[in-house]
């Protein structure tokens, strides 16, 4: 069920079933994506009634007026306070990792758990800013269907892009139906954000780590020393996956997902 909630005069856009668990169990989506990433899963999940989030500037949601994932991180809480769920496990791919970060740091005592799905909370390098600020100018001169078909296939194991175009063709197709002021805002979002370690550190809460072997944004030795940080963590690095383990390794995902919020929401 499609939801849309005013937050700030901003419409947020989530998607729901008719009952939520007591400690909720939310997704967010990543970078170029929206809440409909998840659809895969849902029929496996349908028991923990998973609440999907489209992001700022993505799918129904209008854009944040900062660019800055902690403004991001209160159109979470208005999500969760709209379903009136005091506590939740958080999921966040990539981009909604970044998100997930800035909830933890924010909103800790409405965490179960959080878990950071191909993501990691380290700041952009100098390199990595460069390019996304290459990608806004790209952008801003109105290549978006270019920028969004480049995207994709970088994300998933090489063999998986051979194996299953179809995916990667629907991943673009919907990415284009994304505005390039969503796009921008996330750009900029991602370039400005901090370094969350501490936010690991100082979790109360047990952190998710899944991994793939083969992606090529996030290197798994690298995510690894992240994962030691909590003082109570789950980690998965998944063979012969890249970034995209939604669609990758969907029944490896569900199970991980499921455990983690069994663990979470029983402690
Ligand atoms: C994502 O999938 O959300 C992006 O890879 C995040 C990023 O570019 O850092």
Not at 18 to 27: G, K, N, W
Not at 112 to 131: Q, V
Not at 213 to 222: E, L, R, T
Not at 234 to 251: I, R, Y
């Amino acid at each position: 069920m499609k939801q849309t909630l005013l937050h700030n005069g901003r419409r947020i856009t989530y998607y729901r079933s008719d009952t939520v668990r007591p400690v909720a169990l939310v997704l967010l989506h990543g970078f170029c994506e929206d809440a409909s990433v998840w659809d895969g899963l849902l029929s496996d999940l349908n028991d923990l009634h998973p609440v999907r989030i489209d992001l700022p500037g993505f799918g129904g949601s209008d854009p944040s007026p900062s660019n800055d994932f902690d403004a991001w991180a209160d159109d979470v809480c208005a999500v969760l306070n709209d379903l009136s769920a005091k506590t939740c496990v958080l999921i966040g791919h990539s981009m909604g990792g970044y998100t997930a970060l800035s909830f933890a740091k924010r909103y800790p005592e409405r965490l179960a758990g959080f878990g950071l799905f191909h993501s990691h909370p380290y700041e952009d390098t100098p390199d990595r800013k460069e390019s996304r600020r290459r990608g806004i100018e790209m952008l801003q001169s109105g290549k978006r269907d270019l920028y969004v078909a480049q995207l994709f296939p970088g994300l998933f194991a090489e063999a998986f892009v051979k194996t299953n175009p179809a995916v990667i063709e629907t991943l673009i197709a919907r990415g284009r139906q994304q505005p390039a002021t969503g796009i921008i805002g996330a750009l900029e979002s991602m370039i400005a954000r901090k370094d969350h370690r501490d936010t690991l550190r100082d979790a109360a809460c047990p952190v998710l780590f899944v991994l793939g072997s083969d992606d090529a944004i996030i290197p798994v030795d690298w995510a690894l020393q992240a994962a030691v940080l909590p003082a109570v963590t789950d980690v998965h690095v998944l063979p012969g996956v890249g970034h995209m383990a939604m669609f990758e390794a969907p029944e490896k995902s569900v199970e991980i997902v499921r455990q983690f919020w069994e663990f979470c929401a029983a402690r």
